[in-house]
Nanobody, 129 residues
Framework: QVQLVESGGGLVQPGGSLRLSCAASGVTLDNYAIGWFRQAPGKEREEVSCISSSDGSTYYSDSVKGRFTISRDNAKNTVYLQIHSMKPEDTAVYYC??????????????????????WGKGTLVTVSS
């Protein structure tokens, strides 16, 4: 059974930092592109960042570019999302998702949720003073 489990969420003050993790079981993440998405209260889910496994290419939405960094450790079967300079508008449930390598580019995966086979259940991030 495939599971993606997000962790690392919590309450953080504006300007603070956080690192989210997406750990996989039942699947080797080396074979998948991984994306982070978020859903703020009362809003639709939106893309945050995606990373390829085949060439390490990355995509970031304009709203997080320069503050978020996606990375992966295939040996640990885990993908990370490092968040800096956090803002109240970053408050959301953050989800990771996996799409098989070669289906599409990370840009299309992120922007159109294309090719995604698996979703995690999310981790809540709250940015508040």
């Amino acid at each position: 059974q495939v599971q993606l489990v997000e962790s690392g969420g919590g309450l953080v003050q504006p300007g603070g930092s956080l690192r989210l993790s997406c750990a996989a079981s039942g699947v080797t993440l080396d074979n998948y592109a991984i994306g982070w998405f978020r859903q703020a209260p009362g809003k639709e889910r939106e893309e945050v960042s995606c990373i390829s496994s085949s060439d390490g290419s990355t995509y970031y939405s304009d709203s997080v570019k320069g503050r978020f960094t996606i990375s992966r450790d295939n040996a640990k079967n885990t993908v990370y999302l490092q968040i800096h300079s956090m803002k109240p508008e970053d408050t959301a449930v953050y989800y990771c998702a996996a799409a098989p390598n070669g289906i599409t580019t990370v840009q299309v995966m992120c922007a159109h949720y294309y090719g995604i086979d698996y979703w995690g259940k999310g981790t809540l991030v709250t940015v508040s003073s």
